[in-house]
């Protein structure tokens, strides 16, 4: 398998600003700051999107404990799937976006 900056932030190989770790998930802040909170949910283990969404489980349930945490007033869980749908890294992750509202231009 090639690189991937998701497995290497799992494995505490790359750095990152870690919010939340299980044993087989975390949610870190995205580099991106768009929006007051922008964060990512991962499981460790390298995954596709496809694969990830059909068991959110684990990821799912520590990116809205995250979220209701870090957006108490709301958030937005979202995800990028494959090239037209803007995927920029190959390992499965739910964006969790929030502290602003989040009306027609967000």
Known sequence: MRYCVFCEIAAHREPAD???ETEHSMVFRNRLRWV???LLAIPKEHRS???LWADMGEVGELAVRVAQEQCPRGFR???NSGYDG???QDHAHVHIIGGQFLGEYA
Do not use: G
Request: charged share 5%; aromatic share 0%; net charge negative.
């Open 18 to 20: 870690i919010i939340a």
């Open 36 to 38: 007051p909170v922008m």
């Open 77 to 79: 869980l979202l995800s």
């Open 49 to 51: 999107q496809a694969e």
């Open 86 to 88: 803007m995927q920029s």
